[in-house]
């Protein structure tokens, strides 16, 4: 096992992301809850993996951790060899900015700024230059091209999650993560999502990791682990 300092070298074999024995609690004193009990589990490059399990299980917290927005008490989260758990907020925050794209059930767009500029904030952040004209290609991509202009409140919801993936894949990540992505979505809606989704992933050679409560969905998936008061339940099979 590789020593707490020594930053972990990527290789084609390696996988992308390796959970290692983390623990996470959150809350104080007597509202404190312990979420994540000993995860551990290695998700390989390009790989489509679905989180299951009951409400309260750890699906979500578990992927805000693998995103580096929480930490654990202890254990490691490993993203394409960087140790997340080494890097001050800083450093953290720029190696998402670069590696991880996130899409919420909610959207989460800012509801001041057009599609186009909800889709350039990361690049904004990141310094790039050309933000705005890969923004709008990205757009594009997701058959919004002609709503560059458009704030939120003007898209529908389907159009709305379409920004938020744009956004999410703006910065080519390695590690696209998805917390429910259809759950705000009507059953049409969200298969137009989910088939956009899986076909830009697959495009990029992007890992997926994603949450949901939709056995169809998780179907599509390589692969699909199962959580339970914070455990691992044990390696399901699709469609299980």
Known sequence: MLAETVKAIPSATEPL???DAIDLS?????SRVHILKSVSLEI?????IGLVGPSGSGKSTLLMTMAGLERPDTGRIIIDGEDLTGLDEDSLARFRGR?????FQSFHLIPTMTALENVAVPLELAGDDDAFDRAATELEAVGLGKRLSHYPAQLSGGEQQR???ARALVVDPALLIAD?????LDETTGKGIVELLFRLKNERGATLVLVTHDPGLAAQCDRVIRL???RIEMPASIGA
Do not use: K, Q
């Open 17 to 19: 992301v390796r959970v």
């Open 26 to 30: 959150l809350g104080r004193d007597a």
């Open 44 to 48: 390989g490059r390009g790989e489509a």
């Open 99 to 103: 590696n991880i794209g996130i899409v």
């Open 163 to 165: 920004v938020a993936l």
């Open 180 to 184: 429910e992505p259809t759950g705000n």
């Open 228 to 230: 339970r008061s914070g």
